[in-house]
T-cell receptor, first 114, second 116 residues
Framework: GQQLNQSPQSMFIQEGEDVSMNCTSS?????WLWYKQDPGEGPVLLIA?????ELTSNGRLTAQFGITRKDSFLNISASIPSDVGIYFC??????????????FGQGTILTVHP | GAVVSQHPSRVICKSGTSVKIECRSL??????MFWYRQFPKQSLMLMAT?????????EQGVEKDKFLINHASLTLSTLTVTSAHPEDSSFYIC????????????FGPGTRLTVL
């Protein structure tokens, strides 16, 4: 089945630093989604990408849909303490029996030191 | 974003009992509902997909007789964990799919199940 490799697994950074994380897939996705999950809560959608090569920003967050449709990255600029959490990438195919199903990466645990 | 609620937010039960988890999409109609499970320090794993008025489709390795899914309306889906055991302790999260679109996919706040 489809697999997503997300890296790094964890990051420890100082407040104000920039952060970058990425996901690679063994197969093609039609949509890439990036979520943030706080402890004890459901994932919250940060950015959605729908076309190969697309670069989208949401405040200090920027994400790109890779040209090969097998990868995506998320950048966080000027990190702040509330950026702490687990970040997940998720890929989705458009049709067939997998309609709407998301495949998740393993997550990146982000710790921001004040 | 879309408003999705889950009830209860957390539940503790004895081994052998059944637990029902409700998921409601409060501001849109969901023709499809996905149920995910997340063990501590792990990612989300899809358990099953249900379409309103139809039987659910379960992922490989998920027992359909143990995890009963009902999707009787476009705004409500329930997951019942039958004869729960400690290994069923997990974080269960629903994700409704907006009818007619795939633009975004939101998640409920999750239900923490602890089986003693």
């Amino acid at each position: 089945g489809q697999q997503l490799n997300q890296s790094p697994q964890s990051m420890f950074i100082q407040e104000g630093e920039d952060v970058s994380m990425n996901c690679t897939s063994s197969s093609i996705f039609n949509t890439w989604l990036w979520y943030k999950q706080d402890p004890g809560e459901g994932p919250v959608l940060l950015i959605a990408l729908y076309k190969a090569g697309e670069l989208t920003s949401n405040g200090r967050l920027t994400a790109q849909f890779g040209i090969t449709r097998k990868d995506s990255f998320l950048n966080i600029s000027a990190s702040i303490p509330s950026d702490v959490g687990i970040y997940f990438c998720a890929g989705r195919v458009a049709g067939g029996t997998s309609y709407g199903k998301l495949t998740f990466g393993q997550g990146t645990i982000l710790t921001v030191h004040p | 974003g879309a408003v999705v609620s889950q009830h209860p937010s957390r539940v503790i039960c004895k081994s052998g009992t059944s637990v029902k988890i409700e998921c409601r999409s409060l501001d849109f109609q969901a023709t499809t509902m996905f149920w995910y499970r997340q063990f501590p320090k792990q990612s989300l794993m899809l358990m099953a997909t249900s379409n309103e008025g139809s039987k659910a489709t379960y992922e490989q390795g998920v027992e359909k007789d143990k995890f009963l899914i009902n999707h009787a309306s476009l705004t409500l889906s329930t997951l019942t964990v039958t004869s729960a055991h400690p290994e069923d302790s997990s974080f269960y999260i629903c994700s409704p799919l907006l009818a007619g679109g795939l633009d975004t996919q939101y998640f409920g706040p999750g239900t923490r199940l602890t089986v003693l």
